[in-house]
């Protein structure tokens, strides 16, 4: 089972890299399962400017769109990281969704986000839009919001994870519930 963890952020001093080795830490004790990080800076692409994917399915314009691609491909299920810009999630998200499509199919979601509202906004934007790739959107979320943010933000060691053991369990209900879609659908894309 391989569980990608998308880390959606990609400017200088981002915070995402944080929860990003938080979260690849905790998915250690799943057995029988990777959480494999896929950070958008090692996949710079170029602005959306080809075909629509949704009628042209993995036929890619470029490498690097195919090199994302593919990546995303091979996932059973994935968790988005997502910060709150101006109330909605990154752009380089966006850019990176749009030029792909059936990649996600039939493939469940879930969300991690910090900000003032632990990135609700941005999560309920994120979830309209993986229904759009055919993706199942769950329920369960991680909201990282100003008592954790802050304090983790600002600490010296950006791989102490203690900071964020009050959304341990949030975490844990996240990721529980994400396997058990992710061992469905996998079965049922199998079967079909
Ligand atoms: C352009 C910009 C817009 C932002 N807008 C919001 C916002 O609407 N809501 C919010 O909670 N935080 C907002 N913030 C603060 C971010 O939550 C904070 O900077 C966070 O660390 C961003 O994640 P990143 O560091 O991984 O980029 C904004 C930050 C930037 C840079």
Avoid: C
């Avoid at 569980?3 to 981002?14: L, P, S």
């Avoid at 993995?58 to 299920?77: I, L, P, S």
């Avoid at 759009?132 to 990282?144: C, G, K, N, T, W």
């Amino acid at each position: 089972m391989l569980i990608q963890v998308i880390n959606g952020t990609t400017r200088e001093g981002r915070f995402s890299e944080r929860i990003a080795h938080w979260v690849l830490e905790f998915g250690r004790q799943y057995e029988g399962v990777e959480f494999e990080l896929v950070d958008l800076r090692d996949h710079p692409l170029p602005f959306f400017d080809g075909a629509a994917p949704m009628w042209t399915p993995r036929q890619y314009a470029d490498e690097a769109v195919a090199r994302f691609g593919r990546t995303v491909d091979r996932a059973d299920g994935f968790i988005f990281l997502t910060a709150e810009y101006n109330h909605g999630y990154s752009a380089v998200l966006k850019n990176a969704l749009d030029w792909t499509y059936a990649e996600w199919h039939r493939k469940p979601a879930s969300f991690v986000g910090w900000g003032g509202v632990g990135g609700a906004r941005a999560i309920e934007q994120l979830r309209q839009v993986t229904v759009e790739f055919e993706m199942a959107p769950l329920r369960h979320a991680v909201h990282i919001a100003p008592e954790i943010y802050l304090p983790a933000r600002d600490q010296a060691d950006p791989t102490d994870t203690a900071v964020f053991a009050p959304a341990e369990p949030f975490l844990k209900l996240l990721a529980d519930d994400l396997l058990w879609w992710a061992g469905a659908l996998r079965a049922a894309r199998t079967a079909s």
